[in-house]
């Protein structure tokens, strides 16, 4: 799964538009504690363990997080770009949810998952 996220961390890392925006706040699974928004949270889940090749199924889920759920949906369409448009891995669209964290600051969160096949 190390390689998996290194992997998105780099396509992240990549795109120019994203990083305007985020400036390097994307983590895997937990961001750090008062962390201000914009930021993208990301999950893994292996489908198909990775092959001598290296070759794996991984359900990526994808959260977007921003003060509104304008500027949530808005980050979330450039990191759906910077996915679909990398040369490293098949990246396929499943779904999204919008909503807001449960919690009393009532962050507007994007939820997105992803089939990713990797090919490193």
């Keep these: 799964m190390h390689n998996v996220a290194t992997l998105l961390t780099n396509m992240f890392l990549a795109d120019i538009a994203l990083q305007a925006v985020v400036q390097g706040q994307h983590y895997w699974e937990l961001a750090p504690e008062e962390i201000k928004y914009p930021y993208v949270l990301f999950s893994l889940k292996e ?3 990775a092959t001598k ?3 794996g199924d991984y359900q990526v889920t994808i959260t977007c997080y921003a003060s509104t759920l304008t500027a949530s949906s808005e980050l979330d369409v450039l990191v759906k770009d910077a996915l679909l448009n990398n040369t490293i891995a ?6 999204a949810q919008s909503g807001y964290t449960d919690d009393e600051k009532r962050i507007a969160v994007i ?8 090919r490193i």
């Design 47 to 49: 489908d198909k363990e």
């Design 53 to 55: 090749d290296r070759r």
């Design 90 to 95: 098949s990246v396929f669209n499943t779904g």
């Design 111 to 118: 939820v997105r998952t992803y089939n990713l096949k990797n």
